[in-house]
């Protein structure tokens, strides 16, 4: 019987991380000042980001090299497996071959730790003591508390307050690796206090959150400012997942003709199939499908417009597919999904067609989830099950058709900390969300005047 997973050796691991902007079939267009609305340059974002970063952001250069220390702490756990899904081709009977590249096996459980410790080891090199960030459900602010802790950098998290009351195991693992966490809207910053004093109870968001950590970070001179997610420099870090895989498909002789994922701001799902894409623009036929919720279809049912990164317009302008930075999505399981807009290297992607986007409900989501689980064995978040429905729905088709096509899914985390999310689908609890379209008209409104 064939390998059912594809290890890479440590020898073999990508030292170079791949810079999609030169490749881009259009140009980016330019994050822009939230007080001007100009094009921002470097010395802009010098107060929440290191130089090396914000060089990152903006580089040109097709590779770019991944420091020693960052490999060091990335072989931790890396390279990450690719499985074969005999299971689970088995139980759906289909002719497809399916792969997942498995992201859940670093410490924090996801791919997010990729990026957090480049980003803590870049803030170190420039004498940064203090990381301020946000986090959603818990993964991003776990991931950047585990990189800190390596680092020796002190880590500041503001959690979105329903998932701070309602999966305190997350906190617990930010506060083990020696990071802060303060549930937002918190009465620490004027952000905060200014939601507080509408809303006492506010169940926060993520946009309230980011409001809340850039307004820190941009006050301390000790601090920075880090995002898990969106912003190119974020991307860049995550394609160590698609390099290993595109070297783990050529140790069997086999390559991609879908690849399915997840996009919450879009940085697993950049790392997983830019290295394709680049393939894809050189003309291979790949079929590259990012997944979404219907409760927040960023994608699917946004507008493609600059939009700000966050509820008080803190941060720069971002040309993406966007709900609207004062829009809260319903309380779906897969919080990091719940953000309204999408990274601008994946939004000109899908708006030029590279990548198809489909919005999935959680039930079928979850059907998915628990699919894989009973064939798989792994449990995956619920995000990470999004990729997952699409690719099951696929392989259905293939069984309809009798295609014998290779299908990647971009497995984004394990679900360990999502079980009450488990049971609410399995005792038959869950709920599905359609957006009423006056939702999303009143949402994007107010979109800033530039185009
Ligand atoms: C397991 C997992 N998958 C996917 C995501 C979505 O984020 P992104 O689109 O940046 O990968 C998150 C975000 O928290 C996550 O925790």
């Given at each position: ?303 493609y417009h600059y939009d700000f990164g966050d509820t008080a317009q803190l941060t720069p302008l971002l040309k993406m597919f966007t709900l609207g930075h004062t829009f809260i999505p319903p309380p779906i399981h897969a919080g990091g999904l719940r953000y309204h807009g999408a990274a601008p290297q994946i939004s000109l992607l899908v ?101």
């Open positions: 019987m064939d390998e059912a997973k594809i290890f890479l050796s440590e020898r073999d691991m990508p030292q170079a991380w791949y810079n999609i902007n030169p490749d881009l079939p259009a140009p980016l267009q330019p994050p822009l000042h939230p007080g001007t609305g100009q094009p921002l340059g470097p010395d802009d974002l010098a107060p929440i980001f290191p130089m090396a970063l914000i060089a990152q952001e903006m580089s040109m250069d097709p590779w770019i090299d991944i420091p020693d220390d960052v490999m060091r702490v990335l072989r931790l756990w890396r390279p990450s497996p690719l499985h074969r899904a005999y299971a689970l081709e088995e139980h759906l009977g289909t002719p497809a071959r399916i792969y997942y590249k498995n992201e859940s096996v670093s410490p924090p459980g996801s791919h997010k730790p990729n990026t957090a410790v480049a980003q803590a080891y870049y803030n170190r090199e420039e004498g940064v003591t203090r990381i301020i960030t946000e986090t959603g459900a818990g993964q991003w602010g776990s991931a950047l508390s585990f990189a800190c802790c390596q680092f020796g950098i002190i880590c500041e998290v503001y959690m979105v307050r329903i998932s701070y009351d309602t999966k305190p195991y997350r906190r617990l693992l930010m506060n083990t690796w020696g990071a802060q966490c303060y549930p937002s809207p918190s009465d620490r910053t004027n952000s905060g206090r200014a939601i507080l004093a509408e809303d006492p109870d506010s169940p926060g968001s993520l946009g309230i959150a980011i409001s809340e950590a850039v307004e820190v970070a941009a006050q301390a001179d000790d601090a920075k400012y880090s995002l898990g997610s969106v912003l190119n420099h974020v991307l860049l870090h995550q394609t160590v997942v698609g390099l290993e895989c595109k070297k783990q498909f050529e140790m069997v002789g086999d390559y991609p003709d879908i690849i399915c994922g997840n996009v919450g701001g879009g940085s697993n799902f950049a790392g997983v199939s830019f290295p394709f894409v680049k393939d894809k623009l050189e003309g291979r036929d790949i079929q590259i499908i990012a997944t979404e919720p219907t409760a927040c279809p960023t994608m699917t049912r946004g507008l708006s030029q067609g590279v990548m198809e986007a489909r919005a999935l409900h959680q039930k079928a989501v979850f059907e998915a989830a628990v699919t894989f689980a009973r064939t798989e064995g792994h449990l995956p978040a619920p995000e990470t099950a999004h990729g997952i429905r699409a690719a099951i729905d696929e392989a259905l088709k293939c069984k309809e058709t009798g295609e014998e096509k290779c299908i990647l899914i971009g497995y984004s985390g394990h679900g360990h900390f999502d079980l009450a999310a488990y049971d609410q689908y399995l005792t038959g609890d869950m709920v599905d969300y359609e957006l009423p379209q006056e939702a999303i008209d009143a949402a994007t409104e107010g979109l800033a005047e530039v185009e």
